[in-house]
């Protein structure tokens, strides 16, 4: 599934004033915490990562006002970064919306996506989640870097499916670039 906007590569909000929040879970933690003597910054910085109100900010449509979402007042103030992330991006060939379309194209036509056999990889790096898919004479390999830097993984049989970067490969291992995704296809 796809929720809220991240087709778009729509972003938790990061309001800086616990007035713009309007879940009242949100507030009401805010509330305990702060009686509790926890600096304002270490309750945003959490209310940041998982507040209920990342998903419920409105659609970023357009760079317009509010995101192109309404002429009026909104509810919950538009996420700021409406400007650079928003739907009329998804008219670039290199665009997380493009990337999505991709991926849910590949989903569509191959079978080992949704039918092939999980088997995790590098299950002791914490840096690097990989995994392969078998199906049939089939094989997908998975390597995604969650870190800020860049990472060194053995190069499977295959060629890349897609990737979040420029393809940029050469003999060898594979570097992964900070927040790289690679799938390579073998058949």
């Not at 940041?48 to 995101?67: C, F, I, L, V």
């Not at 103030?77 to 997380?96: F, L, M, T």
């Not at 790096?125 to 060194?152: G, H, M, P, Q």
């Amino acid at each position: 599934y796809i929720y809220q906007g991240e087709e778009l590569g729509m972003t938790n909000v990061r309001f800086e004033s616990i007035e713009d929040y309007k879940d009242i879970e949100t507030l009401n933690m805010y509330k305990e915490k702060r009686a509790a003597g926890v600096p304002h910054d270490d309750i945003m910085t959490a209310i940041h990562a998982k507040g209920r109100d990342n998903a419920r900010t409105p659609m970023q449509w357009s760079d317009e006002a509010n995101g192109g979402f309404t002429t009026g007042t909104p509810w919950i103030k538009a996420n700021p970064n409406y400007p650079e992330i928003n739907a009329e991006q998804r008219h670039d060939p290199d665009s997380v919306y493009q990337y999505y379309k991709e991926l849910i194209g590949f989903r569509k036509e191959l079978d080992i996506i949704t039918h092939g056999d999980f088997e995790l990889l590098l299950r002791d790096d914490s840096d690097i989640f990989a995994y392969t898919r078998t199906w049939e004479n089939e094989t997908l390999t998975v390597f995604c870097n969650f870190t800020e830097n860049t990472k060194a993984v053995q190069r499977p049989e295959g060629e890349v499916l897609i990737c979040n970067y420029a393809v940029n490969l050469s003999e060898g291992d594979v570097l992964l670039r900070p927040y790289e995704a690679i799938v390579f296809y073998k058949n």
